[in-house]
């Protein structure tokens, strides 16, 4: 099961650590994490997601919980959530073809087009990871010289709980 | 208010702070070693009122932290310099974290500016220590010092308690600060209370009542929270036999009708057996470890568990439970008792599995096999008992010994024995017996100790001598690391590889009058009836040295992997 994790942390140095060490020393499983600053200064939001049977993501979210640092844990409900990762795409140009094809994919997946030059072409794509894979998937076709992505931002839509 | 605040306002070195804010703790005793880094701090033991205790290594000053703080419930300190001393102290902070045990570790560190430069005697201790600590600090200003004692005091002794280290530069200590000593703080992520679970109580009671089985199975959770006098009335309430795992002994006492003492790899014959017939269990301040439980999903089946634990992250970590009660497992029983009374629920003891119970236990208390030898593990530790007045405190080292304690020596007055029994860490029980002194100077304390892991921390005779520290120190001498041996004859179709300590190497007796410790040999039962004696009546540390047969088995025995009905006993 893939589970996102939201945890509200103490904006201090050491507690991305801390949180990334626990899933190391507790044998569990980090797909992907992203960390920012909050409104309130004194806390950052990280989310983490991660695969593992129920009992594992209980558990999890217990650890976490059990941490001093965090001062919220969630695990949120992806049918009432908003989740998007930011990633970054360099793909090869062979020919003028290329160019036009790689164009209306990252159209078709609301990607937008950067940096294109007589061989790359760069498309930044915000969407779901699952997306991000599928347009990647396509893109393969053409040669994928780099990706970068942010891993997930989520938040609960309002109402849910 | 500002003129309260400025009243408690002064200015003063960080290191000067550490000492006040450890007297405002009420700590009289430290234990430690200096070293370049944390000199400023030990300048100040000369001009306050706490005790420093030297020790000859910082492990064994650790586990003196650890055994002080286990027996008398409040963190004990201990203090190392950094690098080596820091990283000396991590088995001793891993061993507190892996027992819940309360403890406050001080290390001195490199100045602030030098910190990631690989400067001397440099260490990332916060990095190392991170996993086997409850919570770490590392002041970067003086001001914070006050801050940070007063919220690791909390930490390591409120909800499941826990090691926690504070980690201070040089600098900061001697920098100098206008302090304040708060009395309130706020810790957001931190909840170690939960309210009493009314309603999962009562479901417990009625699974209790319920069952045709029942077996209480008391953690080491059940003597952190002192929940002695809750437990018992519990038991005679719902006439339910107690089983404990290794870490609880003693949390009932051992010549109570319904004690049938520890389950687990080495546990009595009599516990392992009512547990594996039991139908509900209800499990006090346990985390169902793998020593205790062995593989345990044949039972979970047709098991109905209540799990009590002040840690939620311990409820279905190891087990599936039917009922969880999480909090402070002493408030949680008191409720439980209050609500059995004002039921008026008291059974008595004429059932079929009470009967079957007495039964198991009696034939197993005669006929379980045990070592033909005067000197057999068995009528040694009895005679101690024998000798030893209830409310004495017992450490034990880790190996047959440890296992043999747990087997043979009964525990009368509850909370008086205390083990490695997590980490499993040789050369812990005899400097946790110093801690453990200094908490109740009026008790005896003895170390029940093998041969082997004695001479991991036997150094700490010195601090037992010049510090006026007398502990018994109970050498079960097999002349091998006789736990290992058990192994490899056992797996390993013999072959002895590095368990032989040769013969009195050292000799124990002439090391301990080295020290300036009493050395006593005893290889007769009559020997050690004297020597006991003896040891009792003095008051310098005493090492009772006693030869026993290198090929004696820890038995029943409980494979790695297996299940606890498939205990292996004497034949
Ligand atoms: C620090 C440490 N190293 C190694 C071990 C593995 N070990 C467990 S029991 C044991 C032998 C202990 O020997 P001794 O203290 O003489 O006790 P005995 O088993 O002979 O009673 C060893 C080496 C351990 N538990 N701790
Ligand atoms: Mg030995």
């Not at chain 2, 000798?387 to 017992?394: G, V, W």
Request: glycine residues 8%; aromatic residues 6%; charged residues 25%.
């Amino acid at each position: 099961m893939w589970a996102i994790l939201s945890i509200l942390v103490e904006n201090k140095p050491g507690i991305l650590f801390k949180v990334t060490h626990l899933f190391r020393s507790r044998n569990f499983n980090i797909d992907s994490i992203s960390v920012g600053v909050t409104e309130n200064p004194e806390y950052s939001r990280m989310t983490i997601t991660t695969y593992g049977d129920e009992k594992q993501v209980t558990q999890i979210v217990k650890q976490l919980d059990k941490m001093i640092d965090t001062v919220e844990v969630k695990q949120l409900d992806e049918h009432k959530t908003v989740y998007r990762e930011l990633s970054i795409f360099k793909i090869k140009v062979s020919n003028a073809n290329d160019s036009m094809e790689i164009n209306k994919l990252a159209n078709a997946y609301g990607g937008k087009v950067h940096d294109v030059k007589k061989d790359s072409i760069m498309v930044e794509l915000t969407a779901t990871p699952d997306q991000i894979t599928a347009f990647e998937e396509l893109a393969l076709q053409f040669g994928i010289i780099d990706v970068a992505r942010t891993g997930v931002a989520a938040l609960q839509r309002s109402g849910a709980s | 208010m500002a003129t309260d605040l400025e009243n408690k306002m002064e200015t003063m070195s960080g290191a000067k702070a550490l000492m006040k804010a450890l007297e405002k703790e009420g700590v009289k005793e430290v234990f430690g070693l200096p070293g370049g880094a944390n000199l400023p701090m030990y300048d100040e033991f000369a001009r306050c009122d706490i005790r420093h205790i030297l020790t000859r290594h910082e492990q064994s000053a650790a586990h003196m932290a650890d055994g002080f703080g286990r027996v008398s419930r409040k963190p004990g300190v201990c203090f190392a310099t950094s690098g080596p001393g820091a990283t000396n102290i991590l088995t001793g902070i891993a061993t507190a974290q892996a027992d819940s045990a309360p403890m406050v570790a001080v290390t001195g560190q490199v100045p602030v500016a030098m910190i990631g430069r690989d400067a001397f005697q440099e260490s990332d201790i916060i990095g190392m220590a991170n996993p086997v600590v409850k919570y770490a600090f590392q002041p970067r200003d003086a001001k914070e010092v006050p801050e940070a004692v007063r919220k690791g005091f909390f930490i390591a002794e409120t909800g499941r308690p826990g090691p926690v280290l504070i980690d201070i530069p040089k600098d900061v200590q001697t920098n100098q600060a206008e302090m304040v000593f708060p009395d309130e703080f706020k810790i957001r992520g931190y909840h170690p209370w939960a309210d009493p679970d009314m309603v999962n109580v009562e479901k417990a009671i009625t699974m209790l009542l319920g069952a045709e089985k029942p077996v209480i199975l008391a953690g080491g959770g059940t003597i952190i929270s002192s929940a002695f006098a809750e437990l018992q009335t519990l038991a005679e309430l719902l006439m339910i036999p107690v089983v404990t795992t290794f870490k609880g002994k003693g949390s009932f006492p051992e010549n109570h009708p319904l004690s049938l003492g520890p389950i687990g790899m080495h546990g009595h014959a009599e516990a392992n057996k009512i547990m594996t017939e039991a139908d509900c269990v209800l499990a006090i301040g346990t985390r169902f470890s793998d020593r205790s439980v062995g593989t345990f999903e044949e039972f979970e089946k047709r098991l109905k568990i209540i799990h009590m634990d002040v840690d939620p992250a311990e409820i279905g970590k190891n087990q599936t439970t039917s009922v969880a009660v999480v909090g402070d497992v002493r408030a949680s029983l008191r409720i439980m008792v209050k609500m059995l009374m004002q039921k008026a629920i008291k059974q008595t003891d004429e059932n079929k599995w009470l009967q079957h119970v007495k039964e198991t236990k009696e034939y197993w208390r005669e006929n379980l096999k045990l070592h033909p030898g005067e000197m057999g593990a068995a009528k040694i530790l009895r005679k101690l008992r024998e000798l030893l007045p209830h409310q004495s405190i017992i450490t034990t080292e880790v190996g047959q010994h440890q296992m043999w304690a747990s087997l043979f020596f009964d525990v009368i007055q509850p909370g008086t024995f205390f083990s490695s029994t997590g980490l499993g860490t040789m050369g812990w029980g005899f400097p946790a017996a110093i801690g453990a002194k200094v908490a109740k100077p009026d008790v005896h304390v003895v170390d029940i100790a093998g041969d082997g892991s004695f001479a991991m921390t036997e150094n700490s005779l010195a601090t037992a001598v010049l510090e006026d520290i007398p502990v018994i120190v109970f050498v079960m001498n097999n002349f091998t690391l006789g736990m290992v041996a058990q192994w490899q004859r056992t797996f390993y179709e013999r072959r002895m590889i590095g368990v032989d300590q040769g013969k009195y190497c050292p000799d124990y007796v002439k090391l301990a009058e080295s020290y300036g410790a009493q050395g006593l040999r005893a290889q007769s039962m009559d020997e050690l009836d004297k020597a006991i004696k003896t040891a009792l009546s003095s008051n310098v540390a005493t090492v009772i040295d006693i030869p026993i047969d290198p090929e004696e088995d820890v038995l029943p025995f409980v494979a790695p992997g297996t299940s606890l009905k498939d205990m292996v006993l004497p034949s």
